[in-house]
């Protein structure tokens, strides 16, 4: 029978999606000044709920808070908030779907403005221009087993609260990607080196998650095809990972790639920034991680989901019925769109809406760029301002205004961003 979108899936875990849907992660920026969940979780994921996907991953819940992605991030350190994520669990859940947590630790890309000294596998910086992290600490062998007791007590957290699965964040350049890349991980002990060691946070994980939360409860991992950067991780090397992680009983890898210092993830570099010729298929025109994930059916096969550039209902059933993959994750579209997978399963829709192209400024707009990298890294900043002031107000129970220009959504995002700064100092 062929695999469509609305073909269930079921998990080496026993657990079945209702369809091959799945809301990816996205960074909400919603929690109070104590990085606890709120009301206006509660509102976006109802509504992400209802809007019809089998699986609803959360944006990055930290487990340690003096490393936060960005303040408004939801964290589980010590901080109370148990009830408050019981109450975003019920919400999330209302359509009967899955909803997973998905947990990170931002390492040494933590934001300067948070923590000016962020953490990491070594005392290697992020190199992006402006100084937005600072230089990390190196992890000490304590400082090491404190992060995998963090991770572990969130995921039992996340049981406990209701949630039905977990994600760990092991891609983008956070904690655990960075682990995993020689290029920021230059330790000489157990932890660094060969790909084995460098792989040894990870897989020691899932291993005690899995013994925390039990058979029966889904772990799920996001991992990068590569780091798309000279000396980073490679693809051969996350194909090697997957199969570890497939012996570790993990039920679900979602493929991404990229890092802060090289932007794929959001399709600004590599895969995303081909320009297939017009014969080539809608499928090769709009998943970005595709070609990996058919590489990677070849040595495992662990369920794999691919979130990034799928737009079309047509793209979307011939990814499955090649069996190219298991899951499709939606990200951008669900911050404007939130029932676009309802519409999907039922017809109403073939496609999703394109914000990308008008949200893009030009070296005109810009001013004179010395690099292409240059322009990409403001097209990042000035979406990703756009789209989160989207998520701002569908928390506040408000419908999204697409009307909103890229400039006025930075600055409403940056402003949201210094409300939650101020948040945290205050408390």
Known sequence: ?????????????????????????????????????????????????????????????????????????????????????????????????QLWMQLSHAGRQTIRYLNAEPVGPSAVPVKLPGGAFGKPRALTESDIAEVIAR????????????????QLHAAHGYLLSEFLSPKANQRTDQWGGSLENRARLLLTLVRSIRERVG??????????????????????????????????????????????????????????????????????????????????????????????????????????GEDALDVIGLGRPMCVDTDLPRRLLSGQASEAPRYENRLRMGPGILGPASTVNRIRNFNHMYAQGWYCVQLLRLGRGEEPDTGISSLRGIVQYLANEWRGVRALRGR
């Open 151 to 166: 991770f572990t007590t969130a995921a039992g957290v996340a049981r406990d609260t209701g949630f039905t699965g977990v």
């Open 1 to 97: 029978m062929t695999v469509t979108i609305a073909s269930p899936l079921t998990l080496p875990c026993g657990v079945t999606l209702s369809n091959r849907l799945a809301k990816a992660a996205l960074t909400e920026g919603l929690s109070d000044g104590h990085n606890r969940a709120t009301e206006a979780h509660q509102r976006l994921y109802r509504k992400w709920s209802e809007g019809g996907a089998g699986l609803v991953i959360t944006g990055n819940v930290q487990v340690d808070r003096r490393y936060l992605e960005r303040p408004g991030n939801i964290a589980i350190d010590s901080n109370g908030g148990e009830e408050a994520l019981a109450a975003l669990a019920r919400a999330g859940t209302v359509g009967g779907n």
């Open 215 to 320: 058979p029966a409860f889904p772990i799920c991992v996001k991992l990068n095809s590569a780091d798309f950067q000279k000396g980073g991780f490679t693809d051969a090397e996350s194909m090697q990972v997957a199969q570890w992680l497939q012996e570790a009983g993990v039920d679900l890898l979602e493929i991404s790639g990229g890092t802060y210092e090289q932007l794929s993830f959001f399709g600004t570099g590599a895969e995303g920034d081909r320009a297939p010729a017009k014969a080539q298929s809608t499928l090769a025109r709009e998943a970005y991680f595709l070609e990996y994930a058919e590489r990677m059916r070849k040595v495992c096969r662990i369920p794999l989901m691919v979130t990034g550039g799928f737009r079309s209902l047509i793209g979307m059933n011939q990814a499955l």
